[in-house]
């Protein structure tokens, strides 16, 4: 069956160095990836998202690469802050057509940010 | 509003009692979805309203649970007979047009349910 992925539960990271947390997907028709954030007590947080036409994506600090050979997802934060520790989620849509909004999270990576 | 609101934030019952949670998305999102997270896991989906209707509710677990949306804006996810495995948080979210690649989904804080 279809499922999303993490390969680690927690990563522990010094502050201002770079952050690469790891998704594994198994549904080869899936189009589109979001990664979010979630934080303690809240609801999960877009951070960006890419469609499988691409490769790479970049945002302000993070980035997205996507390796449909292996069905592989990264999320690379760039120069970790204190603030950016949380749970990083990946998540697919299911439907091809991107008509439901129905998406598989993975079971999330704890990020910690050591001072 | 500004955001998405959930309430209540927290809801504690007894087996076998009706539950019933509530949803108010952004003003204007046409889309809202409705998602479980367990302890320790990733939100899991249960149902998806455009508009009025219920476009997908291929995630609701069985036929305990219900949703509504009947004006196109709030939406209540019923729980009937309410079972210790329901316990979790449940997550509403909205966005503009309802197709995920179009942009983000704005999720709720959420409304812890625990069932004793």
């Known amino acids: 069956g279809e499922s999303v992925g993490l390969h680690l539960p927690t990563l522990s990271v010094q502050e201002g160095d770079n952050s690469i947390i790891n998704c594994a997907y198994s549904?080869?028709?899936?189009?589109?990836f979001i990664w979010y954030k979630q934080e303690s007590g809240k609801g999960p947080q877009f951070i960006i998202d890419i469609r499988s036409n691409m490769d790479k994506r970049q945002g302000q600090r993070v980035t997205v690469l996507l390796n449909k050979t292996v069905k592989h997802l990264s999320l690379q934060i760039a120069a970790t802050q204190p603030g950016d520790s949380a749970v990083y989620f990946c998540a697919e849509n299911v439907d091809g057509s991107g008509n439901t909004g129905k998406l598989i999270f993975g079971q999330g990576t704890t990020l910690q940010v050591k001072p | 509003g500004a955001g998405v609101s959930q309430t209540p934030s927290n809801k504690v019952t007894e087996k076998g009692k009706y539950v019933e949670l509530r949803c108010d998305p952004i003003s204007g999102h046409t889309a809202l979805y409705w998602y479980r997270q367990s302890l320790g896991q990733g939100p899991e989906f249960l149902i998806y309203f455009q508009g009025t209707g219920a476009a997908d509710d291929s995630g609701l677990p069985n036929d305990r649970f219900f949703a509504v949306r009947p004006e196109g804006s709030v939406s209540t996810l019923k729980i009937q007979r309410t079972e210790r495995g329901d316990s979790a948080v449940y997550l509403c979210?909205?966005?503009?047009?309802?197709?995920?690649?179009?942009?983000?989904?704005?999720f709720g804080e959420g409304s812890r349910l625990t069932v004793l």
């Open positions: 979210a909205s966005s503009l047009s309802g197709d995920p690649t179009a942009g983000e989904l704005f």
């Open positions: 549904n080869s028709a899936s189009d589109y």
